[in-house]
């Protein structure tokens, strides 16, 4: 397996991997609201009287809290969703579906120009514009594309690897400290 194909397939699978993390959205938080119900019943077999409005509370702060939920499902799939575009775009890598031709950047003519012809403030302000062009320019030989796969793979990596960190950790949260 070449390093073109490899990157290409690490790409897909990434990509992959979101949009089946999105399908499973609905479910994931059908399953968050189910908490509600599988409440109400603990509260039942309790002793005792239980009020509505305990009920109630019981119930509502499940259905408050569902924006939270949703964005703390959807972030990390959002980021990591970008942070793949980003370093196939910026990393110049390609889909494998068709070759593409490489990335050209648009010329920058930093010279200044004639500046006869022009009025004394607008003279002023293409001066400014082409040393600002100038200092962008040197800033292309520091982000390459290959500085970009390496901070983006790394981003990506990391976004992933704090992903499947918080979910192991809401697993054990649901699985051994709601149960008690």
């Not at 003279?123 to 800033?139: E, F, K, N, P």
């Not at 990506?156 to 008690?180: E, R």
Request: hydrophobic share 50%; net charge neutral; charged share 15%.
């Amino acid at each position: 397996m070449s390093d073109s194909t490899y990157n290409t397939a690490r790409l897909w699978v990434v990509l992959g991997l979101c949009a089946l993390r999105l399908l499973m959205t609905r479910y994931h938080l059908q399953a968050y609201l189910n908490l509600a119900e599988k409440w109400v019943e603990q509260m039942g077999k309790e002793a005792g009287s239980i009020t509505m409005i305990e009920i109630q509370r019981k119930v509502s702060r499940v259905f408050c809290y569902l924006c939270v939920v949703t964005v703390q499902y959807l972030g990390p799939v959002i980021l990591i969703f970008h942070s793949t575009l980003l370093l196939k775009v910026l990393g110049e890598y390609s889909w494998g579906l068709f070759p593409e031709p490489p990335m050209a950047l648009p010329a920058v003519d930093v010279s200044p120009r004639s500046l006869e012809d022009a009025p004394e403030e607008e003279g002023d302000y293409r001066i400014a514009a082409s040393q600002i062009m100038a200092a962008l320019g040197a800033l292309r030989n520091v982000f390459t594309p290959l500085f970009y796969r390496g901070l983006f793979s790394f981003l990506t990596w990391w976004l992933a690897a704090c992903q499947v960190v918080t979910n192991l950790f809401g697993l054990y949260f649901h699985q051994y400290l709601m149960a008690s």
